[in-house]
Nanobody, 121 residues
């Protein structure tokens, strides 16, 4: 079965940086649209960044200019570089594959455990 694993989270001060990594077994990132999501306490999960084969990259307005999504095909890994972190960035971060069909985007059902990012003041 597909198994996603996120890593790289931790405690960071406001203005600091972190790089999150995502790896998977049972699937290949190549040829798939990949996305990074986050879910803050008592908040719904939101899409932070989307990477369509490194050609079309979208970011949420809240992170645009500060976060960068990238991938390494040889390592079958996807990354999220986070700079100028703010307390409101505190959340559990997840990666997943995204699919577009019937004019709607969907995510793979096998969500990973996520990685906690906490930004302190």
């Amino acid at each position: 079965q597909v198994q996603l694993v996120e890593s790289g989270g931790g405690l960071v001060q406001t203005g600091g940086s972190r790089r999150l990594s995502c790896t998977a077994s049972g699937m290949t990132f190549s040829g798939n649209t990949m996305g990074w999501y986050r879910q803050a306490r008592v908040k719904q999960r939101e899409l932070v960044a989307s990477d369509i084969s490194d050609i079309i990259i979208r970011y949420a307005d809240s992170v645009k200019g500060r976060f960068t999504i990238s991938r390494n095909g040889a390592k079958n890994a996807v990354y999220l570089q986070m700079n100028s972190l703010k307390p409101e960035d505190t959340a559990v971060y997840y990666c997943n594959a995204r699919y577009y069909r019937c004019s709607t985007w969907y995510e793979n059902d096998s969500w990973g455990p996520g990685t906690q990012v906490t930004v302190s003041s």
